[in-house]
């Protein structure tokens, strides 16, 4: 007796399977192809989001890092890292019981300068012993260690790995060399891998901040951030609960430390979501929209994309075994038997599958390709920094098995059915009563209503966040942003190398500042030039309370020290007065121009021209800023009362997504103004270099902390995170769409293939082509109507969960959901109608003869 399974016997049902699907290739085609999106989307999408939140910390004991962090128990919501001296950096290491280790950094900076090239670096300074708590081994050269730190010992700094690469070319012969940075030399000592995420942000460079050589210049020193690791057996609510108590200590013995809310809570929360997650750029100036949530909604979608692709597949293939139902019925009873024929459509579904996974991860492969391009390009760097956004084995292979598993299932029910029962009436009835019949009808229709339906969720969650960022990124700002050039200056004059803007303040840097914008102005290709201290919509929220003498009505305002060309450089509208005069800049008037918003609240419809305001503590708070910036706070001018000359209209200044805040713009009195803007008559990144290179004739030493166009600002910080939403969301809406035609196409040629004969009949007596094509519609449609409306309640159970990512558009909006609705329609019935025609145009005769 010939063995069921051999090593022959397989290779022929291989060669017969191959020869099978080969015969019929569109079907192989269309359910390759169907596969094949899936595996690739989900792959993509899966890699994504464990590179970005799971994988993008490269450490040590990775999830034992944790940040303290300082709740402020008024505002819940409200949480910021901790930020101490160097005295009480050592204080936390000293006396708890719960950290291995702790280190601090900041940000700042560098002007590095390598022969006659000049380039700025995003610079983090961190504690000497910073790289070993890493524990990344460099990919050049040596780290920086604990000796660096100690007094004498030479200047060092480190590269990431994208910096050595863009800005050196990727050549491994700059370790060792000098390069003058921030007007020192330093000596460069290694290059990090391209994994090195660390330290809260994203850095170019790396520098050690000196150990403290006295309890003075420990108490007295730059603030640094904290990141630590939990020892071993810690839980996160046991370091919760002795970090409180330590903060509290360390609280008390600061008492006018503004880092220190009246009433907080100390907490620790794992450096992976904290650094990764939350505390993103985009968070800085009030992002509503986080990376971590968008790539937890992506997951979701992307796992709704892949129950399509399998119930596209699962469909086709029953629609294949329903025609073949009297092929295997002559195979059986010929002799085959059941096990071997049940085999043999087995093996069919298994080289099917294995061909769409080979696709797949073709696809997948180069989709990766393109999201890292994107990923790391300039304006989407806050996103993923040194993190590789590459494919993920465990993850493709997850995706391939689930794959794998759906079709062989999906290949081994109709297999089973069509070799089981009596086979005379197939082999009488023509191969269309075992498998066709009522209920594997009602399969295929159930399953083309469940893709409908869920492509309906996938587009108007695409859609809502579409629709969304359109909103954003069309807000009207009170301004035009176009041809802007920000710069922020910042002098690295401290002897640790921080940006050091206190050095405005003197009479030195004063000049050096005022010579900066002359020779600004000197350029052709500048149309002019402001100066002031806050970034154009994205003011200071947050200041002094402003009253009206002798009425009871107080706001809270913020204060911008603008120059007498602010309003016309910004484009501001003047609703009543005029703008600040040169003399009243020049000689520090006490005048004002308050926005709309704070004009009517202040005054209501009153005409405020000529009245005053007064700014309640002004003395204390402006002491405060100056302190911040190491000033004299009696080195400020002690008035408080302004007169009011102008009204401008509101404009954003508290994030492009928050309304106006009450405003107030003043002459320079209290920090001077760090901030210049410039109006170019030509394309701004053009000339962004040669602006620069005006401002280092005048101070070759200058550190910008900003530097380029403010529409790239706004791309970077407030737009970056929903288009990255949108870039994979999109897509996935789109395939899911093109899912649903492959399957309602598939299932309704199959339908009428079924139901060839009786369209022949009806023709015969009389039924003419449209009545043929609008029988055949209405019976698709009702599929696809139920489908949508199945989709519409999952969408509005659904799309409430991405509230907080929308901005300007309701999570119900009726042009997103009507536009699905629309699309999934008129792609149905597009996948309908040629089936249709097709029917209209059978010849009675031939479809009578049809067996």
């Known amino acids: 007796m010939q063995p069921l399974f051999s090593f022959q016997n397989s290779t022929r049902d291989i060669r017969h399977s191959v020869r099978s699907l080969g015969a019929d290739w569109e079907f192989s085609l269309v359910a390759v192809l169907a596969l094949s999106l899936g595996i690739g989307a989900s792959t993509i999408v899966f890699s994504v989001f464990y590179n970005l939140l799971f994988n993008a910390v490269a450490a040590k004991d990775a999830e034992q890092l944790v940040v303290p962090v300082i709740v402020n128990a008024e505002q819940s919501d409200s949480s910021t890292g901790l930020f101490v001296r160097s005295s009480d950096l050592a204080y936390l290491k000293e006396h708890n019981h719960v950290f291995e280790g702790l280190i601090g950094y900041r940000w700042g900076r560098a002007m590095v300068q390598s022969g006659s090239r000049r380039f700025q670096l995003a610079n983090a300074l961190v504690t000497p012993d910073a790289f070993e708590f890493y524990g990344v081994p460099p990919l050049l050269g040596r780290g920086i260690s604990s000796e660096d730190g100690r007094s004498g010992a030479p200047q060092v700094f480190a590269l990431s790995y994208s910096t050595w690469k863009i800005q050196f070319g990727s050549d491994p012969d700059v370790v060792g060399k000098s390069f003058i940075v921030n007007e020192e030399p330093r000596t460069l000592v290694g290059v990090m891998p391209d994994r090195f995420h660390a330290f809260g942000s994203y850095q170019d460079m790396f520098t050690p901040i000196p150990w403290a050589s006295s309890a003075d210049e420990a108490r007295n020193g730059a603030k640094v951030n904290v990141l630590a690791r939990l020892k071993r057996g810690v839980t996160r609510s046991a370091a919760s609960a002795e970090f409180d108590l330590l903060a509290r200590q360390l609280a008390a013995t600061h008492p006018n430390d503004e880092d220190y809310p009246k009433k907080f809570n100390g907490s620790v929360v794992g450096a992976r979501d904290y650094l990764i997650g939350i505390s993103s750029e985009a968070q800085v100036f009030n992002s509503k929209i986080k990376l971590q949530t968008i790539l937890y909604d992506l997951l979701v979608a992307v796992l709704v994309l892949l129950l399509i692709a399998c119930s596209n597949v699962a469909n086709l293939l029953l629609t294949r075994a329903t025609v073949r139902e009297k092929e295997l019925a002559v195979r059986s009873a010929l002799g085959a038997s059941r096990l071997q024929i049940v085999g043999q459509l087995m093996i069919e579904s298994l080289v099917l599958a294995l061909t769409a996974c080979i696709v797949g991860c073709l696809l997948a492969w180069g989709g990766m390709k393109l999201i890292d391009h994107a990923v790391h390009r300039e304006n989407w760097a806050q996103i993923g920094g040194e993190a590789v956004v590459g494919l993920n084995v465990p993850v493709l292979f997850f995706a391939v098995g689930i794959a794998l598993l759906t079709t062989v299932l999906c290949g081994l029910v109709p297999a089973l059915r069509a070799t089981r029962g009596d086979l005379q009436p197939t082999l009488i009835g023509g191969g269309k009563g075992l498998i066709g019949g009522l209920l594997e009808g009602k399969v295929r229709t159930a399953l083309v209503s469940a893709q409908v339906a869920l492509s309906i969720v996938l587009l108007v969650g695409a859609g809502l ?84 003498p002798g009425q009871g009505r107080t706001e809270q305002a913020g204060l911008d020290e603008c120059d007498e060309n602010c309003s016309k450089v910004l484009g501001l509208h003047i609703l009543a007065g005029r703008w600040l005069s040169r003399d009243e800049v020049a000689t520090q008037q006490h005048v004002t121009v308050l926005n709309a918003r704070l004009a009517h609240d202040m005054f209501g419809d009153a005409n405020p021209i000529g009245k005053q305001i007064e700014v309640k503590d002004f003395d204390r708070w402006k002491g405060g800023l100056a302190r911040n910036f190491q000033l004299k706070s009696e080195e400020v001018a002690p008035n408080t009362s302004f007169q009011i000359v102008g009204i401008v209209a509101d404009v954003k200044n508290a ?40 401002v280092w004739a005048a101070d070759p030493s200058e550190v910008f902390w900003i530097s380029g166009t403010l529409d790239d600002f706004l791309e970077q910080h407030t737009y970056t995170t929903p288009e990255f939403g949108v870039a994979l969301s999109g897509p996935l809406a789109v395939i899911a769409l093109f899912l649903v035609i492959i399957g309602v196409f598939s299932v309704m040629a199959y339908s009428v293939s079924l139901r060839t004969q009786e369209i022949g009949v009806r023709m015969a007596l009389g039924a003419q082509p449209i009545d043929i094509v609008k029988m055949v519609l209405r019976r698709s449609t009702m599929s696809i109507a139920a489908g949508i409306c199945i989709g519409l309640l999952g969408s509005f159970a659904v799309t409430r969960f991405l509230t907080d990512q929308l901005w300007g558009v309701s999570a119900t909006d009726r042009w997103t959901f009507v536009t699905a609705i629309a699309l999934v329609a008129a792609a149905g019935i597009a996948a309908c109608y040629l089936p249709a025609r097709r029917a209209s145009l059978v010849d009675p005769l031939v479809a009578l003869r049809y067996e």
């Open 655 to 694: 994030g492009p997504q928050q309304p106006a805040v009450p405003m107030a713009f003043i002459p320079p009195l209290i920090t001077g103004s760090f901030i210049v803007q410039v109006r170019t008559k030509v394309s701004p990144k053009s000339i962004l270099n040669e602006v620069e290179n005006q």
């Open 465 to 548: 966040m579409i629709r969304s960022l359109y909103k954003l990124t069309h807000i009207d700002l009170g301004f035009d942003s176009r041809n802007l050039i920000v710069l922020g200056f910042a002098p690295a004059r401290s002897t640790d190398g921080l940006p050091d803007r206190a050095f405005l303040a003197t009479p030195k840097g004063e000049a050096l500042f005022a010579g900066a914008v002359e020779k600004i102005m000197e350029l052709p290709s500048v149309e002019g030039v402001a100066v002031n201290n806050t970034i154009p919509a994205y003011g200071p929220s947050r200041g002094p309370k402003v009253t009206v």
